[in-house]
């Protein structure tokens, strides 16, 4: 859900650093992090090119697998006179699929004219090429929603959109029609987020938000957030569970329903998940601050023993429901896993939503056996010309449906729109998985 946009060259690999390292703000590691990593920069600055290169080793033992850190580690080499570990980093950071302009670097100068130098950049150029077949399912004539969140009642075919400027819930049927199925602000409803169809009770669950840059954006309502249940025919309001405002601040952002009825919410400003038990009116703590530090998308498995986070910052997580132990998921080769918005499954792989990185893409991932490791990452959808931040997503019968231009750079932190008159339509996604 995170609001961003890109640029090119060192300045977009800092902006993307911080912006990553923006979403968590426990002081387990992360300040570290940041300190290291800002007094690399502080010496590139200062052309101290050796300690530039030390500060980035360090981050890179912190946080593997990051691409600014990875791509200042291949300039840190090259301007220090190490060519063949420049062209190493290099290397591995088009093994991660990113992109970018290193022949345009002066950084790398030293070995522009070097044939292995302009392979790497040839590989890092075809990063840029349109990969799969997501294709345009709907459009929503209303530019200035800024969409989120994703549902489907698969039993009519009939879809429903979040915004979150307009503080509203749209609905699409199975014929295409456009409708409003909740009216703005309706019940104090806020932004509106994560969305998950509830086919046993006949309900519409959604995380809702207010926060600095939800319309109005008042401070008096900042922090008021939880989830509401919609009536799936009548849109009528049938449960609202809040979260009780206190000084740490909560921020619910997503959420995923148990098969027992069970619902699980990702708190991204407190760095916790809630759980509302099936017939409870309480959402309780399930896991505690600062362990999960930028929760957004998560899959519940069938037999509910597993529960998957993502972690904008960090990467994938595995919950163990009975007991509530929290491990990162271990990967079997270097994987960019960063900015992971929505997360979904088929029951036998996870599908990823990644918009914190370039380019914004859709992966699919298996795991081993165990399901403690991730063993192979595929891209199946990066570069379409009409994504702007895709969020999150829904499957079924072999389909991933998705949010594909949700246009968060466009929101303003008071809630209001920059150039409202750039905004294009929002995009509904239809992409094959089998």
């Known amino acids: 859900m995170n609001g961003k946009f890109w640029l090119t060259g060192r300045i977009g690999l800092i902006a993307l650093f911080f912006l990553i390292m923006a979403c968590q703000s426990g002081p387990e590691k992360q300040p570290a992090l940041q300190e290291i990593y800002q007094t690399g920069m502080s010496a590139y600055e200062d052309s101290n090119y050796t300690d530039f290169l030390k500060a980035m080793k360090r981050a890179n033992d912190l946080r593997p697998n990051h691409p600014s850190v990875i791509y200042n580690l291949a300039s840190g080499q090259a301007l220090t006179g190490n060519h063949d570990s420049a062209l190493f980093w290099l290397n591995r950071y088009a093994d991660l699929g990113m992109t970018g302009d290193p022949e345009l670097d002066s950084d790398f100068k030293s070995i522009y004219d070097d044939p292995?130098?302009?392979?790497?950049?040839?590989?890092?150029?075809?990063?840029?090429?349109?990969?799969?077949?997501?294709?345009?399912?709907?459009?929503?004539?209303?530019?200035?929603?800024?969409?989120?969140?994703?549902?489907?009642?698969?039993?009519?075919?009939?879809?429903?959109?979040?915004?979150?400027?307009?503080?509203?819930?749209?609905?699409?049927?199975?014929?295409?029609?456009?409708?409003?199925?909740?009216?703005?602000?309706?019940?104090?409803?806020?932004?509106?987020?994560?969305?998950?169809?509830?086919?046993?009770?006949?309900?519409?669950?959604?995380?809702?938000?207010?926060?600095?840059?939800?319309?109005?954006?008042?401070?008096?309502?900042?922090?008021?957030?939880?989830?509401?249940?919609?009536?799936?025919?009548?849109?009528?309001?049938?449960?609202?569970?809040?979260?009780?405002?206190?000084?740490?601040?909560?921020?619910?952002?997503?959420?995923?329903?148990?098969?027992?009825?069970?619902?699980?919410?990702s708190d991204s400003r407190s760095e916790m998940i809630f759980r509302l038990s099936a017939g409870s009116h309480k959402l309780e703590p399930f896991v505690a601050p600062q362990i999960i530090r930028a929760p957004q998308g998560m899959v519940v498995l069938r037999d509910q023993q597993t529960l998957f986070v993502a972690d904008y910052a960090r990467g994938l997580y595995r919950v163990d429901l009975p007991g509530r132990k929290v491990t990162a998921l271990e990967l079997s080769e270097p994987m960019c896993l960063l900015?992971?918005?929505?997360?979904?499954?088929?029951?036998?792989?996870?599908?990823?939503?990644?918009?914190?990185?370039?380019?914004?893409?859709?992966?699919?991932?298996?795991?081993?056996?165990?399901?403690?490791?991730?063993?192979?990452?595929?891209?199946?959808a990066a570069n379409h010309p009409d994504f702007d931040e895709p969020t999150l997503?829904?499957?079924?019968?072999?389909?991933?449906?998705?949010?594909?231009?949700?246009?968060?750079?466009?929101?303003?932190n008071d809630g209001t729109l920059a150039n409202p008159e750039n905004l294009q339509q929002p995009k509904i996604f239809v992409l094959p998985i089998e």
């Open 339 to 380: 900015g992971i918005d929505g997360l979904c499954s088929d029951g036998k792989f996870l599908y990823a939503i990644q918009n914190g990185i370039r380019p914004q893409r859709v992966v699919r991932l298996t795991l081993d056996s165990p399901r403690k490791k991730i063993i192979k990452l595929e891209v199946l």
């Open 116 to 265: 292995l130098f302009q392979a790497v950049v040839r590989r890092i150029k075809d990063n840029e090429r349109q990969i799969g077949m997501a294709e345009i399912l709907a459009v929503l004539p209303d530019s200035t929603l800024i969409t989120e969140g994703l549902a489907l009642d698969s039993r009519n075919n009939t879809f429903f959109v979040s915004s979150v400027h307009q503080r509203k819930i749209m609905k699409i049927d199975s014929l295409g029609a456009i409708s409003t199925f909740v009216q703005s602000a309706s019940g104090g409803l806020g932004s509106v987020l994560g969305m998950t169809v509830d086919t046993t009770r006949n309900l519409l669950w959604v995380c809702s938000a207010i926060f600095n840059q939800t319309p109005p954006g008042t401070v008096a309502e900042d922090g008021q957030t939880g989830v509401y249940a919609y009536d799936l025919q009548t849109g009528n309001l049938q449960q609202k569970v809040m979260i009780p405002t206190d000084s740490t601040g909560h921020l619910l952002t997503d959420l995923v329903l148990a098969p027992n009825g069970d619902l699980y919410t």
């Open 393 to 412: 997503g829904v499957i079924a019968d072999g389909h991933l449906y998705f949010n594909g231009n949700s246009q968060w750079r466009f929101l303003k």
